[in-house]
């Protein structure tokens, strides 16, 4: 049963990067498949080649990213609203990319730069977050409200780079809301070996996760060290979600309801559960990039506006916040 599941899901992925291949401004339909045949002039060929398939790629990957760093956090921390922006890596990652473009360090000319300044911001939120939280008991209510106070907090330090830098606000908002846009092969060949290993770190702790889900008792009972498995989890939830962000920026809610999509569909053993979100994270990105950019080209239309660019955060934050309100009308006792 559980392989048909994945086939399902493969097939949905695959369906979803060529929707995503076909979708975009530019180029007809009819243009693409000429060019994935051989032919095509040069301008056709370098859109879909080096413009169209590395986006699609990203967003496939961090898709993944987010939704394992959330199922990981989700079963870490025992919190079903917990999400990558609870470890104050998301707001972190933010943050380090806009202050490297407001000093100059980095740009969108330079993705290796963004990503570093990324990485480097979001494992900086999650340090924050072990010195106020980490050195206590590791209790798992108070780890996720101390997150939401380090993310308030990079926030507002993000806020002041905006006042003191104004003419960086197209990138704290690209960064804010998250877009595929402008996605090169270079933020691809950062993204997938990044996210191929701490993926792989993630499926080695599902036993000691699908415990911790359990409760820190019977962990004990189990001969598991929760403290210990808890920090592992905790740096694979922190480095997944930095790569995603440094790659796209902060996708609202796919941290947070694809988890929850991936244990209806896979049940609660994280050995399956964990590549099943990987994939429902990709399939959920990619659809949503290719639904936005499909969104563009009508509303570019429609409006006569060419430089009119739907970001695909927008449209995920906006049927996350929706899923969620219809989940919480229909279950409002609903426990982990």
């Known amino acids: 049963m559980a392989t048909r599941r994945f086939a399902v899901l493969a097939a949905l992925a695959a369906v979803c990067a060529g929707a995503e291949l076909v979708a975009g401004r530019g180029m007809s339909p009819g243009a693409v498949w000429d060019v994935l045949g051989g032919g095509g002039d040069a301008t056709e060929r370098h859109i879909l080649l080096q413009l169209r398939l590395p986006r699609t790629l990203v967003a496939l990957g961090a898709g993944a990213c987010l939704a394992v760093a959330g199922l990981v956090l989700q079963s870490a921390l025992r919190n079903p609203l917990a999400g990558p922006e609870v470890t104050g890596v998301t707001p972190g990652a933010v943050l380090g990319a806009v202050t490297a473009t407001a000093l100059g360090l980095a740009g969108w000319d330079s993705p290796l730069a963004v990503v570093l300044a990324a990485c480097a911001g979001g494992c900086a939120g999650a340090l924050l977050l072990w010195l106020l939280a980490g050195r206590g008991d590791g209790d798992p209510a108070r780890t996720a409200v101390h997150g939401v106070l380090v993310s308030a907090v990079l926030g507002g330090l993000t806020a ?9 606000l197209g990138s704290v908002v690209q960064w804010l809301v998250g877009t595929t846009e402008g996605r090169v092969w270079e933020h691809w060949h950062l993204l997938w ?6 993926g ?4 080695l702790l599902a036993g000691p996760l699908t415990l911790l889900r359990c409760g820190d008792d019977i962990a004990l009972a189990a001969g598991l060290s929760a ?3 808890r920090t592992l989890a905790l740096v694979c939830a922190v480095a997944l ?3 995603a962000v440094a790659a796209v920026g902060a996708l609202g809610f796919v941290g947070l309801l694809v988890p929850h999509l991936a244990v209806a569909v896979f049940g609660a053993d994280l050995r399956t559960g964990l590549p099943g979100a990987a994939l429902t994270g990709a399939v959920v990105v990619c659809g949503a990039d290719a639904v936005a950019q499909l969104s563009s080209r009508l509303l570019a239309l429609t409006l006569d506006a060419d430089r009119l660019t739907l970001p695909v955060g927008a449209l995920t934050a906006c049927l996350g916040a929706a899923l969620l309100l219809v989940v919480v009308r229909r279950a409002p006792g609903r426990t982990f």
Request: glycine share 8%; hydrophobic share 65%; aromatic share 12%.
């Open 241 to 243: 979600t930095a790569g």
């Open 227 to 229: 403290r210990r498995a």
């Open 160 to 168: 002041m780079v905006l006042l003191v830098e104004p003419g960086e």
């Open 200 to 203: 792989a770190a993630a499926w």
């Open 193 to 198: 070996p990044w996210a191929l290993a701490w």
